[in-house]
């Protein structure tokens, strides 16, 4: 009977570490993906962007201009937006299933129509898991307060 039962908690604790595993895989995918998105803005590379950004995104600039994905990269590839730098500051992220919250503070350098901007931004970014990837679904920034 001892030894049925340390099979049976060796199995359970098998399985309790492998989901811990892969948990901390996939919250370390969806940060990639956002990593990945902030290099894709700064090098103007929309073709990147085309695949991490959902169909359905929602993008609400922190000046309150709203772009659909289409209207993002388009702005991104026309230059009329420029990122020069997105570094984040601060990040934490709750997962619910397939669908992954970042809240945090990104200091952002770059132009917007010829004009230049350096400022950090408090923002949330959700993701959506469609296909194996991480895919950003809505973006909001609010300016960090002087």
Not at 27 to 39: D, G, I, Y
Not at 47 to 62: F, G, K, R
Request: proline share 1%; no cysteine; aromatic share 14%.
């Amino acid at each position: 009977m001892f030894l049925f039962n340390h099979i049976k908690f060796l199995i359970a604790f098998a399985l309790f570490t492998a989901s811990l595993t892969n948990a901390g895989a996939q919250t370390n995918a969806v940060f990639e993906s956002e990593q990945q998105r902030f290099k894709a803005q700064v090098e103007q590379n929309g073709t990147a962007l085309q695949s991490l950004l959902h169909n359905d995104l929602y993008y609400l600039h922190s000046n309150g201009l709203v772009e659909t994905k289409a209207d993002f990269i388009a702005s991104v590839n026309s230059g009329k937006i420029t990122y020069q730098e997105m570094s984040p500051v601060q990040q934490s992220l709750r997962r619910f299933g397939k669908t992954a919250v970042i809240t945090g503070l990104v200091q952002v350098r770059g132009l917007y129509q010829g004009q230049a901007f350096d400022i950090e931004l408090y923002y949330t970014s959700i993701y959506r898991k469609e296909r194996g990837n991480w895919l950003l679904i809505n973006w909001q920034s609010t300016r960090k307060p002087a």
